[in-house]
């Protein structure tokens, strides 16, 4: 079925401009630029085809989450795929890649083809899925489809689902082994950390949450940052940083650009932040509490507006959300019990958008970190920009659209956010995944699930 997205201003590939795309099933046909009268010739419009009115919007591509935790298999008291996959669609978030840390863990071959077919029957959106690093299962990193795996997911530091990889010897041959597979780190130090942790202890087996960034603090992400950079170059790996949160550790980052004749990027090792860190810093532990506990943790007010100057300067490559639901229950407490990880995937493009507002970024900017980069660093298969011959994975999104975040407007199963009571002043009206109208104007149309993702 033919269908058109009239009358928006659409931000693609460096470019903002008014214009009509035209869809064909499953993919974008035609983007028709309207041109401002008397400026030349311009391709009618006037098709005989359904109608998605986009006037006073605007129209971007997809997001692409490149890391999120939907706790699917073995968690599902917290989330699962079906409803995380909801929120992800009121987002604006068209295609996850989701994280190994469920039950059993994502660390074999049969664990990984299990989660595959949850899938199918249940993810909204498109999704795909790491494959877990541990300290023995190097040998099965050969057997891997390069076309179905976006990459290995390593821990170098100890988090949620314990899924540490701390042996020398073992990290030396995940990062020799790898290939051309991206490797994406968690990268803090545990034995900073339990040095920490046993300081912070002496007055208090659980202290109180505003001392998580001194436990998980500057030292234990750069000393682990440093590591990993020392060991991908070593071995030629391609390192993607995972959540990157100090000002010290962007310093270790050459900036990336994207060099469309070779299709790649001038570097192989390369940087992500997330919106948590981007929105948050140890200011708002006061007024937040565990709600903004999160490992890493977020740093000082300082590191936070240097990971926003490096959104602009090329050394991050790509924003994600490192969607992390749990019960509240599960937050109660502080440092020892509270569990890390906060629920973003709902929120993370409108709060994206402000940033523009606020003018820390442009539009093309956070279309290009959301979207455009993902999609080129995996080597994505025809998402991640508005293209004829693309799969039409689409948002549209109006400014100056007041709302406030309510419990009642939260898809997650944990059923809270740390942007409760927030308001807003952009809006998704319409997310398309594959060329399904999945959200529309605050309901999601359970019955359309997503696909695998195809890596080139």
Excluded at 404 to 411: K, R
Aim: hydrophobic share 40%; glycine share 8%.
């Amino acid at each position: 079925m033919r269908q058109l997205i009239k009358g928006g201003r659409i931000v693609n590939e460096g470019r903002i401009f008014e214009g009509d795309i035209v869809i064909e099933g499953e993919d974008i046909v035609d983007i028709i630029e309207r041109r401002a009268s008397g400026s030349g010739s311009q391709k009618s419009v006037d098709l005989q085809c359904p109608t998605l009115d986009a006037t006073g919007c605007y129209v971007l591509p997809g997001v692409i989450d490149s890391h999120v935790h939907f706790r699917e298999p073995g968690l599902t008291e917290k989330a699962d795929m079906e409803s995380e996959s909801r929120a992800a669609a009121a987002g604006g978030v068209t295609t996850i890649f989701d994280m190994p840390n469920t039950v059993p863990q994502t660390i074999t071959l049969e664990a990984l083809d299990e989660k595959y077919r949850i899938a199918a029957g249940k993810c909204h959106v498109n999704h795909a899925f790491f494959f877990g690093a541990t300290n023995d299962n190097v040998d099965l990193f050969g057997r891997l489809d390069p076309h179905r795996t976006p990459g290995i997911k390593l821990f170098m530091g100890s988090s949620t689902g314990n899924m540490l990889v701390d042996r020398d010897e073992a990290l030396d041959r995940i990062f020799s082994s790898a290939g051309r597979l991206p490797v994406m780190a968690h990268c803090e130090d545990t034995a900073v950390i339990n040095r920490n942790m046993t300081l912070a202890k002496q007055g208090s087996d659980d202290p109180e949450v505003s001392l998580h960034s001194l436990i998980r603090s500057e030292e234990a992400c750069m000393a682990s940052t440093q590591k990993a950079i020392a060991l991908a170059t070593k071995h030629g790996a391609r390192l993607h940083v995972a959540h990157v949160t100090t000002a010290d550790e962007l310093d270790l980052f050459q900036p990336s650009a994207y060099d469309e004749r070779r299709s790649a990027f001038n570097v192989d090792i390369t940087a992500e932040v997330t919106v948590g860190h981007l929105c948050f810093s140890t200011s708002d532990y006061a007024r937040l509490g565990t709600r903004i506990k999160v490992n890493p943790a977020v740093k000082s007010p300082v590191d936070q507006f240097m990971l926003r100057q490096a959104l602009t300067d090329g050394h991050i490559t790509t924003i994600a959300t490192d969607h992390a639901p749990h019960l509240l229950s599960q937050k109660e407490g502080g440092c020892a019990r509270a569990a890390s990880g906060m629920p973003m995937v709902q929120f993370a493009l409108p709060t994206m958008l402000e940033l523009t507002d606020q003018k820390v970024l442009t539009l093309q900017r956070m279309v290009e970190l959301m979207a455009h980069n993902p999609a080129r660093l995996f080597e994505v298969s025809r998402r991640g920009f508005l293209r004829p011959g693309y799969k039409a994975d689409i948002v549209v999104v109006r400014p100056r659209s007041e709302w406030t975040v309510t419990p009642q407007l939260i898809e997650s199963r944990c059923g809270w956010s740390p942007m409760e009571g927030h308001r807003y002043q952009w809006r998704v009206e319409l997310t398309l995944c594959n060329g399904q109208l999945l959200y529309s104007h605050g309901q999601v149309d359970r019955q359309i699930v997503g696909q695998p993702v195809v890596f080139r």
